[in-house]
């Protein structure tokens, strides 16, 4: 277990799926869940396909994880995704999760200390999506969508095995489900405006993943309600704006999901990406005088004193400026969104799919 920070650790157990499973629960290891044991031979395959693909060798560092300072070797990122159940052509999407998580802007230390429910969120675009079958519409997790439910299972495992380990650090209030599984896929398809990476300057042929500090999703029921455009606007607004969402502390950047039937009708309102943003940004408020003085103590300097010596009325964005709010388009037919605050203190990070030397990296077919 001393070995170089260039290498993962081999370890001798013995050759049964049941005391490996146990020994790696045992020294919290795992998330809970039964594991693909990491033999050499596995790993060693996944690290073969990277090094082909990307030109990324098995000891290369891909960054350092908070909060335990681990050093994420391409080698070591290999062995969870081959434990969360993942194929090699996973692991370029997998990489630029590490890279993103690693970022010093995403604060990763603050995601995996602190008591807010939080994950990372994985948003894919681009062709690596249809490639490995990364699911963008009905039931984004479970059946048959191993890509979308094992690459965010791998972010985990590493988070745990290489930034630090559950119970130890992890000491969320409650606990977030997506802890298991978080990735997600755009779907571009039936997306009325520019994808997400093509918003934030990539080409659309370019496979990029942007990562979310975000908290448990809210679902917007509309229920089939808004006729027009600017009803589904006001409806949006009015189930984001809450005292317990924390975007309206301080400078946090709020995640918006939209089923596609709702893009749609948005779109077909004449409202682009940008004016739906700035709607919801002047709409989805909290009057300042509603919210109970003890909680104004969690809120940015910046904003106490924009607001502090306003009317009670006036009403207190979930965001600190339209471009704030992130929109993508998700899911299957239903008058069904979601609405994700996310941490404070923690930014989006967005990271293209590149090979070793730079030059974007196209999937292979």
């Not at 249809?130 to 048959?144: E, F, P």
């Not at 069904?336 to 990296?361: F, K």
Request: glycine content about 8%; charged content about 20%; some cysteine.
């Amino acid at each position: 277990m001393n070995a170089p920070l260039t290498e993962a650790p081999v370890l001798d157990l013995e050759d049964s799926w049941e005391a490996i499973n146990e020994w790696f629960l045992n020294n919290d290891l795992t998330d809970g869940l039964p594991i693909v044991p990491p033999t050499e031979a596995r790993v060693a395959a996944m690290t073969a396909y990277v090094e082909r693909e990307l030109g990324w060798k098995a000891g290369d560092v891909i960054g350092t994880l908070a909060p335990k300072h681990g050093q994420a070797i391409i080698e070591k990122i290999a062995a969870n995704a081959v434990m969360a159940g993942c194929k090699p052509e996973y692991m370029p999407v997998i990489i630029a999760c590490v890279k993103a998580v690693a970022d010093p802007k995403f604060n990763l230390d603050a995601v995996q200390t602190s008591t807010h429910n939080t994950s990372p969120l994985p948003i894919v675009n681009g062709p690596v999506c249809k490639a490995i079958d990364l699911n963008c519409g009905y039931n984004h997790t479970g059946s048959r969508w191993r890509a979308t439910s094992t690459i965010g299972r791998a972010l985990q495992l590493c988070m745990i095995n290489i930034g630090g380990t559950p119970g130890s650090i992890n000491i969320h209030t409650q606990g977030h489900i997506a802890r298991f599984e978080h990735c997600i896929a755009e779907n571009e398809d039936e997306n009325p405006w520019q994808p997400l990476h093509v918003e934030r300057g990539y080409t659309a042929d370019t496979s990029v993943v942007t990562l979310i500090p975000a908290c448990p999703a809210a679902m917007i029921d509309d229920n089939g309600g808004s006729q027009t455009a600017k009803d589904l606007l006001r409806t949006l607004a009015s189930s984001i704006a809450y005292v317990g969402n924390r975007n309206t502390n301080g400078e946090g950047q709020p995640l918006l999901i939209l089923c596609p039937q709702h893009a749609r009708l948005l779109a077909n309102g004449g409202y682009s990406k940008a004016e739906v943003k700035r709607f919801i940004w002047e709409f989805a408020r909290i009057p300042f005088g509603s919210i109970p003085r003890g909680n104004l103590t969690s809120f940015s300097k910046k904003l106490l004193k924009q607001y502090a010596d306003f009317e009670p009325a006036f009403g207190v964005p979930i965001a600190d400026k339209p471009d704030d709010i992130v929109i993508v388009v998700m899911g299957g037919t239903g008058t069904h969104s979601l609405s994700v605050q996310t941490r404070l203190a923690s930014e989006n990070v967005t990271v293209p799919i590149l090979r070793r030397d730079g030059s974007p990296w196209q999937q292979q077919p």
